[in-house]
């Protein structure tokens, strides 16, 4: 469940990205490739950048800019996000001390299903965060499901608790759905079942959601005719989806729980 968020997040952080390095046409390039990534048109921004690269190999502008789109471009694949997370992670290094390149990269780690290494970086952004910033919320649900998958219980609920009486967050599904999980690690079924309730009332065609309500029905509250319903949801919701393996093993399991005809 990885929202939109974090594109508009990172689109508005580069809105500050902070140029003017009296370096000949090393500003221009990096205001094209800005206004290309607002546009979606990464790999265009990507020509920019190399250029920019090409000028100054550590502008940290010019890196993070790089490496956000390199790993945002549709023709990503694992080696693509891998030299991504390289020029962020260089970014960090050359500026340790500035929130946006923290925040880029703890983003690409959470998203790469790199969960435990995103801690870090994403603990360091909030760290680094002013106290009325917008973005602490965003960088909080990251951490708290980073924890969630981690099984670090107690941050994990040190970071979503607060976010459930907190606007817009409190109408975000990934926060119960985040809740649930955490409940599910805690052995609190029941309490798992009305967070994922309350995160199915606001997203109900989710498939992640409805496979976590499936599971819970059948290996927690042994629930068989709970449990079909919401993986025929599941594969409902996934009918367009290009894991193949995924959908095999929820038919599989759907057969198994299927009343066979005498």
Known sequence: MKRIFTI?????????????????????????????????????????T??????????????????????????????????????????????????????????????NDMSHEAIEPL???????????????????????CCVHNNLQQKAMNYLQPLRVRKPYSQWPEIYNSLGMLSLHRGQIQEALDNFSKAYSLSPDNPDLLQNIAVTFDLHLQRPDHARRFYIKTLAALAKSPDQARKLRLQNRLAHLTPRKK
């Open 50 to 111: 190399d250029l920019c690269l090409g000028i100054a190999p550590n502008n940290v502008d010019a890196l993070l800019l790089h490496g956000f789109c390199l790993y945002s471009s549709s023709s990503a694949g694992a080696l693509s996000k891998a030299s991504a997370l390289r020029f962020l992670e260089k970014a960090t290094k050359l500026a340790p001390t500035r929130l946006d390149a923290w925040l880029f990269y703890g983003w690409a780690l959470y998203n």
């Open 123 to 145: 603990e360091r952004a909030l760290a680094l965060a002013p106290a009325d910033s917008k973005h602490k919320g965003d960088i909080m649900l990251m951490l708290g499901r």
């Open 8 to 48: 508009i997040l990172f689109l508005g952080l580069m809105a500050g990205l902070m140029f003017g390095c009296n370096t000949v046409g090393l500003d221009d390039e990096l205001k094209a490739a800005r206004e290309a990534a607002f546009q979606g048109d990464y790999d265009q921004a990507m020509r920019h």
